[in-house]
């Protein structure tokens, strides 16, 4: 059990690019699109038998503050980038959608993988996700004069079903039998690390005829997502330096991750054209490479 941990866990990296071409070569995988919060839910279970209940005690509000004021500012990042690269109205609303909505779901996950704090992550995608029902209509329409309606049913129910209800439970389990469930500590990060991979492949799967009928555009949607992630992850990084290294690695991805599930099925429900789902598929297959490889090099760093 301990070698195969070890092998999803030091080429997760691999795995996931692997995972990416095969989605892209094997489109019917997106039969398995029903799966995703199923999946979602057993990777934040995992993760989150492994937190202690008096780790949420030793939270630091500081950090929380400091990367919930960060997270607002991304959906101007979002519109500059499009803006500066010239892309449609449509594209520029799938861009600022992208920048408003919560970190990714599979973000604490990450974080844990990379020897950061999953506490203060998991916080801050809770947080943001209630926040989200507000920011995401606000930012639209500031920048677009264009309204995006926000079905909070999408949002709750994601979060609940996928975070709040399995870390709820795992947590309380942890609480209950420390010993028993604390035995196997290092397994559980590599579940997770497993429902990531399961997870972009069908991601990547179910948006595979839209990545390679794009043409063109597609390159500049690649930029614009390569430089949001980027400089999402730098931003995070930077304005935690006086913070601990876990602090930091969990501020580095919630910043640098966004949801690109809800971002590509907001622009929709409100009357966008399809092609406003473009930035947000692009950047889930992006940030679910990027990530995966900053999970190695912090813990090649530690």
């Known amino acids: 059990m301990a070698r195969v941990a070890a092998l999803i866990d030091d080429y997760l990296l691999v795995w996931v690019l692997l995972s990416v071409g095969i989605g ?34 030793d939270l630091d509000g500081r950090a929380l503050v400091t990367i919930l004021i960060v997270q607002t500012g991304m959906p101007l990042l979002a519109f500059g980038i499009a803006r500066g690269l010239g892309l449609s109205p449509a594209l520029t609303a799938g861009f600022v959608v ?4 919560t970190p990714e779901l599979v973000t604490p996950t990450m974080t844990e993988l990379s020897g950061g704090d999953t506490v203060l992550a998991t916080v ?18 500031l920048f677009l004069g264009a309204s995006v309606a926000v079905d909070p049913t999408i949002i709750i129910t994601q979060l609940l079903l996928a975070v709040v209800f399995p870390m709820s439970l795992a947590v309380a389990a942890r609480s ?6 604390g035995a196997y500590d290092e397994i559980y990060p590599s579940i997770a690390g497993l429902m990531v ?31 949001l992630n980027g400089i999402g992850y730098t931003g995070g990084w930077l304005v ?21 599930a809800v971002a590509a099925a907001l622009p929709v429900g409100a009357g966008f054209p399809p092609s406003a ?19 190695k090099w912090f813990r090649r760093q530690a």
Do not use: C, H, K, Y
């Open 197 to 227: 991979i399961i997870i972009i492949g069908i991601v990547t799967a179910a948006n595979a005829s839209l990545v390679r009928d794009s043409g063109t555009v597609l390159l500049l949607v690649m930029v614009g997502a390569f430089v």
């Open 240 to 260: 935690s330096r006086n913070f601990t290294r876990g602090e930091r690695i969990a501020a580095t991805l919630s910043v640098g991750m966004r949801d690109f």
């Open 277 to 295: 789902t473009l930035p947000a598929v692009v950047f889930g297959i992006i940030e679910m490479t990027t990530s995966a490889g900053l999970a």
């Open 176 to 181: 209950q039998w420390p010993d028993r469930i």
């Open 98 to 101: 992208l920048g408003a909505v």
């Open 24 to 57: 892209l070569a094997l489109p019917s995988i997106a039969a398995l699109t029903p799966l995703p919060t199923l999946i979602l839910a057993v990777m934040i279970g995992s993760v989150s038998l492994a937190l202690a209940p008096d780790r949420f005690r």
């Open 124 to 141: 801050v995608l809770i947080v943001v996700g209630f926040g989200t029902l507000v920011l995401v209509p606000g930012v639209v329409t």
